[in-house]
């Protein structure tokens, strides 16, 4: 079941422009996964951040694993990459934590909501109790410090873009195209039409008014 679901999930999320997916040793249940953040206001905005995904056997009833290649300097990033974040957690409520038990996993998640998931992460850090402890208070404290690290991470993650591909910017993956109006439309011709078979019909009316007269004359 994992299998045929996640074959499926793997393929829409194949289309979208803000991640760059794929299998790692052609196994269903390991992806390669790149985040990148379209948002041009963001501190992340031009990044390529590869993560790894493990997935369990009996997905979706128990959530993946994600964790990053390069881990990034984030509260919510353990120093080993793994990733901290509600969604990921097992279902049900946990009292410890505070978590209710609707943003922890359940089986109506999906790959995309946890991607996009941490993707809102990113710039909207959870510093209550962080996985890196150093990087929350920065966080708190020095925000051009942590800026700069976040600066940093960006620009080292370019090093992770797959050669001949071609990264989507804010403006190439959310341009609309430009809706050409016709000059015309078949109303206008319709209406040109109808006036001018008025006209033609007047005529052809006048010149069969003056046959008549020319009858009763003779």
């Given amino acids: 079941m994992a299998e045929k679901i996640l074959q499926k999930e793997f393929k829409d999320l194949s289309k979208e422009s803000w991640t760059n997916i794929s299998l790692i040793n052609e196994n269903i249940l390991e992806w390669s996964v790149a985040l990148i953040v379209l948002n041009p206001d ?37 120093p080993d990459g793994r990733l901290c974040i509600s969604i990921l957690h097992q279902p049900g409520e946990d009292v410890m934590s505070g978590e209710a038990a609707g943003e922890r996993w359940s089986p109506v998640q999906r790959v995309e909501s946890v991607l996009l998931s941490v993707l809102s992460l990113l710039d909207d850090a959870e510093c209550s109790s962080p996985a890196n402890v150093d990087a929350g208070v920065q966080f708190r404290s020095d925000k051009a410090g942590y800026k700069a690290r976040v600066a940093s991470d960006r620009e080292t993650s370019k090093g992770d873009i797959p050669p001949g591909f071609e990264m989507p910017t804010h403006e190439t993956a959310f341009k609309k195209e430009d809706k050409i109006e016709p000059d015309f439309s078949w109303s206008d011709s319709e209406a040109e039409d109808d006036f001018g078979d008025s006209d033609e019909d007047e005529e052809m009316f006048d010149d069969d008014e003056g046959t008549d007269q020319e009858d009763d004359e003779e």
């Fill in 42 to 78: 963001s501190d992340y905005y031009g990044g390529y951040f590869k993560a790894r995904m493990s997935f369990p056997r009996n997905y979706p009833y128990e959530p993946p694993k994600l964790s990053f290649e390069r881990p990034l300097w984030h509260p919510n990033v353990y």
